[in-house]
């Protein structure tokens, strides 16, 4: 498990510094997931080129966004769900137009983004 981990980390590039949610959210759950694991912060400091206090500040971020079902939290580790919780996870397919009417903050328009991604709006193909 954790060479794959390793492999996710090379291909999605998440040793890199970046600020874009998606790979922040990814990298909290890899590090809550080795962590589960028992693998040591300062190992996985070394696995994501990041430090003592951001390891700890990812823990603590990550426990809140999963306690709180936090939706763009779920949907941006979807994939790391499905691979390393087993998860089978089957959304109902949503109407893009009914969302993006619906969306009156930036956080909404963030959540559209996310379900294109993981193709949940009905004739709506990704490509």
């Known amino acids: ?8 980390i090379a291909e999605q590039n998440l040793r890199e510094k970046s600020r874009y949610r998606y790979l922040v959210h990814r990298r909290w759950y890899l590090i809550v997931l080795l962590r589960k694991h028992g693998i040591k912060l ?7 080129n990041l ?3 951001a390891i700890i500040y990812g823990l603590k971020q990550a426990a809140y ?6 939706k763009l939290f779920l949907l941006d580790t979807l994939e790391l769900q499905k691979e390393f919780g087993g ?12 969302d993006i ?13 996310a379900r294109i991604k993981n193709n949940q709006y ?3 193909e990704q490509n």
């Open 101 to 113: 009417e619906n969306c009156y903050s930036m956080y909404h328009l963030s959540l559209v983004q």
């Open 1 to 8: 498990m954790i060479q794959r981990i390793e492999e996710i």
């Open 51 to 53: 430090q003592h206090p």
């Open 65 to 70: 966004f999963e306690e709180h079902k936090d």
């Open 122 to 124: 009905r004739n709506y």
């Open 87 to 98: 998860l089978e996870i089957v959304f109902q397919q949503r109407n893009l137009i009914k």
């Open 42 to 48: 300062k190992r996985i400091g070394e696995m994501l």
